[in-house]
């Protein structure tokens, strides 16, 4: 029997919505960039309905405190200031 999280319960409607969101991207345009871009923002907007209030998904280069970072963009999770 295999036993799913309830977090796992959580990802299986977004799971199934950004395969849509990618034959829709990919009917506007073939640019990849651009296709990447648009996927990106759509995860994020997914990940950011599964937050509690007071937290965000943004998005950039993550540098750790010795100045190193990531090859490329990511997806991060923080509490909002304010």
Do not use: C, W
Not at 55 to 74: I, K, P, W
Request: proline residues 6%; glycine residues 12%; aromatic residues 6%.
């Amino acid at each position: 029997m295999v036993t799913t999280t309830k977090f796992e319960n959580l990802l299986v409607p977004i799971e199934q919505r950004l395969p849509l969101k990618l034959d829709e991207v990919h009917g506007e345009t073939d640019h990849a960039p651009t296709i990447g871009a648009k996927l990106e923002a759509a995860v994020r907007k997914e990940l950011s309905g599964l937050l509690p209030p007071g937290f965000g998904v943004g998005h950039g280069f993550l540098y750790d405190v010795y100045g190193d970072g990531t090859q490329s963009s990511a997806a991060a999770t923080a509490r909002v200031a304010g």
